[in-house]
């Protein structure tokens, strides 16, 4: 399995065996794009950020390739799968690996992490505990044949912008019409903004995640 690079910061409110976050950034950031988060979720999270492996020539790195254009972006199918095959090979061996509650692991993906995000959740709802995808959305050729049982109450936390320029809005409500049929506990939030998080939106994961934390204890 490739090493993924991660930067990583530890709870500031110590506890035995911590909840996780993970962070997935989009196309073209790295590990600190999202890493800011960490200072605004709950203390009791232990918040992991982790670099996508593939470097771009222009900087920033990826998780999979992507041809087309902005607002119609065409993923490449091989790293595509090889990037699936990494995350569901990758998340598992956090709670392990940091001592934080295997039962607790929650992931914030934006972009290209949501897509992935999304992807791990309906192949292996076991390795989370709930999700929030962020500007991205659900990959129809991403989905399995058969979902498994354990999907079943599943948290999901969906945001957009209405103006996002990389990925319409389109994009959002298809994956809220994919899910909407599925055994999930979904819930939907957009923004007048473009490819980015909404300060709203902001306010809305923090009291997500203190909610999710809540139905643990």
Same mark, same amino acid.
């Given at each position: 399995?490739?090493?993924?690079?991660?930067?990583?910061?530890?709870?500031?409110?110590?506890?035995?065996?911590?909840?996780?976050?993970?962070?997935?950034?989009?196309?073209?950031?790295?590990?600190?794009?999202?890493?800011?988060?960490?200072?605004?979720?709950?203390?009791?999270?232990?918040?992991?950020?982790?670099?996508?492996?593939?470097?771009?020539?222009? #900087?920033?790195?990826?998780?999979?390739?992507?041809?087309?254009?902005? #607002?119609?972006?065409?993923?490449?199918?091989?790293?595509?799968?090889?990037?699936?095959?990494?995350? /569901?090979?990758?998340?598992?061996?956090?709670?392990?690996?940091?001592?934080?509650?295997?039962?607790?692991?929650?992931?914030?993906?934006?972009?290209?992490?949501?897509?992935?995000?999304?992807?791990?959740?309906?192949?292996?709802?076991?390795?989370?505990?709930?999700?929030?995808?962020?500007? #991205?959305?659900?990959?129809?050729?991403?989905?399995?044949? /058969?979902?498994?049982?354990?999907?079943? #109450?599943?948290?999901?936390?969906?945001?957009?912008?209405?103006?996002?320029?990389?990925?319409?809005?389109?994009?959002?409500?298809?994956?809220?019409?994919?899910?909407?049929?599925?055994?999930?506990?979904?819930?939907?939030?957009?923004?007048?903004?473009?490819?980015?998080?909404?300060?709203?939106?902001?306010?809305?994961?923090?009291?997500?995640?203190?909610?999710?934390?809540?139905?643990?204890?």
């Amino acid at each position: 399995m490739t090493n993924i690079h991660t930067i990583e910061r530890k709870p500031r409110q110590a506890s035995t065996h911590p909840p996780l976050l993970l962070l997935l950034h989009g196309y073209g950031a790295s590990e600190h794009d999202l890493f800011a988060f960490a200072d605004y979720v709950d203390p009791r999270f232990y918040v992991v950020s982790a670099r996508a492996p593939l470097a771009l020539p222009w #900087g920033g790195f990826a998780w999979y390739h992507l041809g087309g254009a902005p #607002g119609n972006l065409v993923p490449d199918a091989a790293s595509r799968a090889q990037a699936v095959k990494l995350i /569901e090979q990758f998340v598992p061996t956090l709670p392990e690996r940091l001592g934080t509650d295997p039962a607790r692991t929650y992931v914030l993906g934006f972009s290209q992490g949501a897509i992935l995000s999304l992807a791990l959740a309906l192949r292996q709802p076991t390795a989370l505990a709930g999700l929030i995808a962020s500007s #991205g959305y659900m990959d129809p050729a991403l989905m399995p044949s /058969e979902l498994p049982t354990a999907l079943t #109450g599943l948290p999901i936390l969906q945001l957009h912008g209405t103006s996002d320029e990389i990925i319409p809005v389109r994009a959002a409500h298809m994956t809220r019409d994919l899910l909407a049929p599925l055994p999930v506990r979904h819930s939907y939030h957009e923004y007048p903004i473009g490819h980015g998080i909404h300060p709203d939106g902001l306010q809305v994961i923090q009291t997500w995640l203190v909610e999710r934390l809540a139905e643990t204890v």
